[in-house]
C-alpha cells in the first residue's frame, strides 16, 4: 500500500490520540476504498461524468485540506510531548470526518481505481455481470483494515520509545509531504486551466 496522506494522518492521529483514532480513520478509508473499487469495477464512466462540472472545485478542497492537516502537524512538530494515551478516547467523529475529506478529495484515489477494474477487467476478472466485483470491494475493505489495524496497532505500541526529536522530524516529514501533496494538486490544477 503506498504511503498516502490517509496513511501519514493515521500514523499522527494515533500518535497523539492512540490507536482507536488510527483504527478509525483506517475503517473509513477500507470504506472509501470499496465504494470505490466497486464503482470502478460496475461503471466508472457514468460517476466520473456526473463529477466532472465539480472537478476543480474538489481539487481546491484537497489543496485546502492537505494545506490544513499540513500546519496542524507543523503545530505537532513544535508542540509534541510525548505522553501515554488518553483515558477516554475523545470525540471519535474528528478522525472519520479527516479520512472522508481526504478520501473524496484525493483525484489520485480515482486514477488508482480505475487503473485497479482496467487491469483485473483485461484479465477477465470480475466481470460487472456477476457477484465478483461485490466480492472483490469486500476483499479490498478488509484488507485496507487489515493494513491500518497493523499500523495503528505498531505505532501505539512503539511511538512512546522514539526521542522528542524523532517526534519533530516525523511530523515535519508529514507536514512537508501534505504540502507536497498540495503542491502537486495546485500544479494539476494550474496545467488544466491553461490547457
Known amino acids: 500500500m ?3 496522506p490517509v496513511n501519514l494522518i493515521a500514523i499522527s492521529q494515533v500518535m497523539k490520540r492512540g490507536f482507536l483514532h488510527g483504527f478509525l480513520i483506517g475503517v473509513t478509508s477500507g470504506i472509501m476504498d470499496a465504494i470505490y473499487c466497486y464503482a470502478a469495477l460496475i461503471g466508472i464512466a457514468q460517476i466520473t461524468s456526473y463529477m466532472a462540472p465539480f472537478e476543480n472545485l474538489i481539487k481546491i478542497i484537497a489543496i485546502l485540506v492537505f494545506i490544513l492537516l499540513g500546519v496542524r502537524s507543523l503545530r505537532s512538530a513544535k508542540n509534541y510531548r510525548p ?3 488518553p483515558a477516554s478516547f475523545g470525540s471519535v467523529h474528528k478522525p472519520i470526518i479527516a479520512a472522508l475529506a481526504l478520501c ?3 483525484p489520485a484515489l480515482y486514477a488508482y481505481w480505475i487503473g485497479v477494474a482496467g487491469y483485473t477487467s ?3 476478472w470480475p466481470s460487472s455481470r456477476t457477484w465478483a466485483p461485490g466480492i472483490f470491494a469486500v ?3 478488509f484488507g485496507a483494515v487489515g493494513w491500518y489495524t497493523l499500523l495503528s496497532r505498531y505505532v501505539a505500541k512503539y511511538h512512546h520509545h ?3 526529536r524523532a517526534f519533530r522530524i516525523i511530523f515535519t516529514v508529514i507536514a512537508v509531504t501534505l504540502f507536497v501533496f498540495a ?3 495546485i500544479f494539476v490544477l494550474i496545467q488544466n486551466y491553461i490547457s
Open 183 to 185: 503542491g502537486y494538486t
Open 139 to 141: 476483499s479490498v475493505f
Open 122 to 124: 483485461s484479465q477477465g
Open 104 to 106: 473524496l478529495t484525493n
Open 83 to 85: 505522553k501515554p494515551p
Open 2 to 4: 503506498p504511503l498516502g
Open 162 to 164: 522514539f526521542s522528542q
